[in-house]
C-alpha cells in the first residue's frame, strides 16, 4: 500500500498551483479535449491540496472545493490506508472543449458543507436474518454456487452508482456479474433478502448478465506465456471495505498465494465505481512478477457476437453489442483500457475446463504500477438509446473521456 500512494505523489508532483488575484492558491486543471466532458471526476492527492487548503482543518470540518466560475463541486474525501485521515479528495465538475479551470479548496464547518447525496454503495451482506454486513469473511474455495448463495447475500460483494450495479462471486470462480438499474438511487442493499428475486424484473432492476466460465464483467486472470490462469484459488483471499460516497465507492480484493503453474503470487484487487459512470474502474498489482506475466480480463461471450475495436483519447476499447441480457434485452458491454498498457487481444476457447467463451484483452504488468481498466455496460431498460449499436459506441467513447487521465492537470 506505501509503493501505491508513493507513486501518487510522484505523479501529482508536476501539479500547477497558482492564485487567484485575491490570492487564494489554485489548482488549475485543463480539458485536453476539443469536445466538452460533463461529469468529470478529478482525484488529487492530500500532499498536494492540503497545503493550500484555506482556513484551520479539524475534526469537525470539511474540505468544500469551489471553481472559478463559482461553482461547488461534489466531493468527498477518502482515506485509502485506513490510518484516519483522508489521502485523496475527488470531486466532479464539467468542462467545456479546451477549458481550463482553476479549483481551490476550503476548510468549512460541517454544518456549512452542502449535503451531497450519497449516490455509490458497496454492500456485502449475510444472506440470513440479521443481514448484516460482511466484514471479515475468507474466500470460498469451492466454485459451488448453491453452497454461496445460502451464505451471502448476491453471493458476494456488490457495488453501484446511480446508473448500474455489479456483483462479484465471493468463491473460486471470482467471476462478475452486473445489475441492471431503472431507478437511481441504491437498491442492492436489499436485493436477494426478504423474498426478493433479482433474476426476475424488478422495479429497480435484476441481475442482467450470464455469466458460466467466462470472466463475465471484466473478472481477472494471470497470462504466462500460453497458459491462463483464473484469480480465483488462493491459499488466502480476502476483503477489505474502503469508501463510499456521493463521488465514488471503493474496496480491495486481495488474493495470497495465487498458485499459476509452478509459481505463486500475491494478487490485489482495487475496484471503484463513480457516480454518473457506466463503467466500474479496476487497478490490479500483482506482486514478485518475472517478467513474462500479462494480466487478462475480459468480456463474456455466450452469443457469438462480433468483437469491435475502437481507440479514443488514448483509450483502447473493445465491445459486444446485441440482444445479450438475461431476458434477450439489448446490452453492450465494453472493456476500457489505455493504449500504453494495452498488450493484446485473445480469444478463450468455446468449451472446455478453465476460462472460457470470453473475448480477453491482455494488459502489460509491472512492479510499480497497478495495470488499470474499466468495464462498461449500457442497457435498454435503463437508457433506451441502448437499443442503438451507434448510440453504444458513442458512449463508449465518452466514457473514453472521463477515463482518460493524460493531459488534464498542468504541468
Known amino acids: 500500500m506505501k509503493l501505491k500512494i508513493l507513486v501518487a505523489l510522484i505523479a ?21 479535449h476539443n469536445e466538452m466532458v460533463a461529469g468529470k471526476v478529478i482525484t488529487l492527492n492530500r500532499s498536494v491540496v492540503g497545503p493550500i487548503i484555506k482556513g484551520n482543518q479539524s475534526i469537525d470540518t470539511r474540505v468544500m472545493v469551489t471553481d472559478n466560475l463559482g461553482r461547488v463541486a461534489v466531493s468527498q474525501c477518502d ?43 458497496i454492500r456485502f451482506g449475510y444472506k440470513n436474518e440479521p443481514f448484516d454486513e460482511v466484514e471479515s469473511e475468507l474466500r470460498l ?53 426478504r423474498g ?3 433474476h426476475k424484473l424488478d422495479a429497480w432492476g435484476m441481475d ?12 481477472i486472470a494471470l497470462g504466462i506465456g500460453d497458459e491462463i490462469y483464473r484469480i480465483g484459488t488462493a491459499g488466502l483471499g480476502t476483503y477489505k471495505f474502503i469508501c463510499e460516497g456521493p463521488v465514488r465507492a471503493i474496496f480491495e480484493l486481495s488474493f495470497n498465494d495465487v498458485q499459476a503453474g509452478e509459481r505463486n503470487y500475491d494478487i490485489t484487487h482495487r475496484i471503484s465505481i463513480y457516480a454518473g459512470e457506466h463503467f ?27 468483437q469491435m475495436e475502437i481507440e479514443s483519447a488514448g483509450i483502447k476499447i473493445s465491445g459486444t453489442f446485441g440482444n445479450q441480457a438475461f431476458d434477450g434485452e439489448k446490452l453492450g458491454l465494453g472493456l476500457l483500457i489505455p493504449a500504453s498498457m494495452f498488450s493484446h487481444y485473445k480469444a478463450a476457447p468455446v468449451a ?47 466514457a473514453s473521456l472521463k477515463f482518460d487521465e493524460a493531459g488534464w492537470v498542468k504541468k
Open 196 to 198: 426478493q428475486d433479482y
Open 208 to 219: 442482467i448478465l450470464k455469466v458460466g466460465n467466462s470472466l463475465g464483467a471484466g473478472a
Open 141 to 193: 474455495k469451492s466454485n459451488d454456487s448453491p453452497t454461496i448463495s445460502k451464505i451471502f447475500q448476491m453471493e458476494g460483494p456488490a457495488w453501484e452508482n446511480d446508473v448500474l450495479g455489479f456483483r462479484n462471486y465471493y468463491d473460486a470462480r471470482n467471476g462478475i456479474d452486473i445489475f441492471g438499474k431503472r431507478v437511481k438511487r441504491p437498491v442492492l442493499d436489499s436485493a436477494g433478502i
Open 79 to 121: 482515506d485509502l490506508d485506513g490510518d484516519g485521515e483522508w489521502d485523496e479528495i475527488v470531486f466532479v465538475s464539467s468542462f467545456e472543449k479546451n477549458q481550463t479551470l482553476k479549483f481551490s479548496f476550503n476548510s468549512v464547518p460541517e454544518t456549512k458543507m452542502p449535503g451531497f447525496e450519497k449516490i455509490t454503495n
Open 12 to 32: 501529482l508532483a508536476f501539479l500547477v498551483v497558482s492564485c487567484t488575484p485575491t490570492g487564494v492558491p489554485t489548482v488549475e486543471i485543463t480539458n485536453p
Open 280 to 306: 466500474y474502474r479496476s487497478e490490479v498489482w500483482v506482486n514478485d512478477l518475472m517478467g513474462d506475466e500479462v494480466l487478462y480480463t475480459g468480456i463474456v461471450d455466450l452469443h457469438g457476437l462480433p
Open 352 to 398: 472446455g475446463e478453465g476460462i472460457i467463451q470470453t473475448h480477453l484483452a491482455a494488459i502489460k504488468l509491472d512492479d510499480r504500477n497497478a495495470a488499470r481498466y474499466a468495464f462498461f455496460a449500457g442497457w435498454e431498460l435503463q437508457d433506451p438509446g441502448f437499443e442503438s449499436e451507434e448510440y453504444f459506441k458513442e458512449m463508449l467513447e465518452k
